[in-house]
T-cell receptor, first 111, second 112 residues
């Protein structure tokens, strides 16, 4: 079983749509959770950290359910520039900074 | 933020040869990592590069195949040794700084 699992997509949505990505992780000792964004042929960049209480950054909302080991990302009012691959990321061990990445969910926002 | 550069940005190599990838950071960092992203796969941690001591390798990766140097807090190298086509991948350097993990632009390696 992979440590971090995501639906690979692709998700094709029109501009203005709301889209949700889900992710599950296997290591119950993980303490840090993130969503990264990776554009084609570019390095991953941090989109947002995910906290137990849930957190929002503009059009992006992240949720964490520790009991279910489940993480989600909601994007509202999708923009063309949101087209990218979204990576669910969990720290490898209870502490520390080494990361486990999901394969990513591909999003294409169309006019 | 931390700015990371990698050299080379890409290379095409013959099997059996070795390639050394350089990673330079614009500030001193304690935590530096090397990841690999094979086609269609997730980023996978190869090792943590420790300054002044041997790197710590993840399961499936060994020092003989991926020797790492970390001579100071701003620089590291990863060597891909005795390459085979299965080593074709993007290799990314990463650092933890300012409560965030930053990635270099990657080195795209093709082994023929």
């Amino acid at each position: 079983r992979k440590e971090v699992e995501q639906d690979p997509g692709p998700f094709n949505v029109p501009e203005g749509a709301t889209v949700a990505f889900n992710c599950t992780y296997s290591n119950s000792a993980s303490q840090s959770f993130f969503w990264y964004r990776q554009d084609c042929r570019k390095e991953p960049k941090l989109l947002m950290s995910v906290y137990s209480s849930g957190n929002e950054d503009g059009r992006f909302t992240a949720q964490l359910n520790r009991a279910s080991q489940y993480i989600s990302l909601l994007i509202r009012d999708s923009k063309l520039s949101d087209s990218a691959t979204y990576l669910c990321v969990v720290n490898m061990r209870g502490s520390g900074y080494a990361l486990n990445f999901g394969k990513g969910t591909s999003l294409l926002v169309t006019p | 933020s931390a700015v990371i550069s990698q050299k080379p940005s890409r290379d095409i190599c013959q099997r059996g040869t070795s390639l050394t990838i350089q990673c330079q950071v614009d500030s001193q960092v304690t935590m530096m990592f090397w990841y690999r992203q094979q086609p269609g796969q997730s980023l996978t941690l190869i090792a943590t590069a420790n300054q002044g001591s041997e790197a710590t390798y993840e399961s499936g990766f060994v020092i003989d195949k991926f020797p790492i140097s970390r001579p100071n807090l701003t620089f590291s190298t990863l060597t891909v040794s005795n390459m085979s086509p299965e080593d074709s991948s993007i290799y990314l350097c990463s650092v933890y700084s300012y409560n965030e993990q930053f990635f270099g632009p990657g080195t795209r390696l093709t082994v023929l």
